[in-house]
């Protein structure tokens, strides 16, 4: 299990750093994307293994990943939607959507339906997450013990 997550949490950071490469994030910032994406794939990881509960896995990976990237973005000051957006893709329900379609060719409209509303939850709970932490103000994520009067 202990191989599984490391060679997962490695091709996650290697993902999003290709990902950011393609959309042009400055190069100084590349580490810090894909870092942003092994540790929401590392929360999603543990937790479903724990507890079976994809959805689950995927709100509190999101909840991390936003978390992680508004603190990047006070550490490097760049803006959060850098980090956020390739620290989210490996969250992408892309193979519930990819089995919806999959669904509808085959003619099978309640496989199509359960994969879609499926695809449905999980792009639900990766916005709700996000949001959750985006509607936090700014100065939660400032150093800890950082005076402003110094």
Same mark, same amino acid.
């Given at each position: 299990?202990? !191989?599984? !997550?490391?060679?997962?949490?490695?091709?996650?950071?290697?993902?999003?750093?290709?990902?950011?490469?393609?959309?042009?994030?400055?190069?100084?910032? /590349?580490?810090?994307?894909?870092?942003?994406?092994?540790?929401?794939? =590392? =929360?999603?990881?543990?937790?479903?293994? /724990?507890?079976?509960?994809?959805? !689950?896995?995927?709100?509190?990976?999101?909840?991390?990943?936003?978390? =992680?990237?508004?603190?990047?973005?006070?550490?490097?000051?760049?803006?959060?939607?850098?980090?956020?957006?390739?620290?989210?893709?490996?969250?992408?329900?892309?193979?519930?959507?990819?089995?919806?379609?999959?669904?509808? #060719?085959?003619?099978? !409209? #309640?496989?199509?339906?359960?994969?879609? =509303?499926?695809?449905?939850?999980?792009?639900?709970?990766?916005?709700?997450?996000?949001? #959750?932490? /985006?509607?936090?103000?700014?100065?939660?994520?400032?150093?800890?013990?950082?005076?402003?009067?110094?």
């Amino acid at each position: 299990m202990i !191989l599984e !997550l490391l060679f997962q949490m490695v091709m996650a950071f290697f993902y999003c750093v290709a990902f950011s490469v393609i959309f042009n994030a400055p190069r100084k910032e /590349l580490p810090f994307c894909g870092i942003s994406g092994s540790i929401g794939w =590392v =929360v999603y990881f543990f937790i479903n293994e /724990l507890f079976a509960q994809s959805v !689950l896995a995927t709100f509190l990976a999101a909840v991390a990943v936003t978390m =992680v990237c508004r603190y990047f973005s006070y550490m490097r000051q760049a803006p959060s939607t850098m980090y956020h957006i390739a620290g989210i893709l490996p969250l992408v329900p892309g193979m519930s959507i990819y089995n919806a379609m999959s669904g509808i #060719l085959d003619n099978d !409209l #309640l496989y199509c339906f359960a994969q879609g =509303v499926m695809a449905l939850k999980l792009a639900s709970a990766i916005a709700i997450g996000s949001i #959750l932490v /985006l509607s936090l103000p700014h100065s939660f994520f400032t150093r800890p013990f950082h005076s402003k009067h110094t």
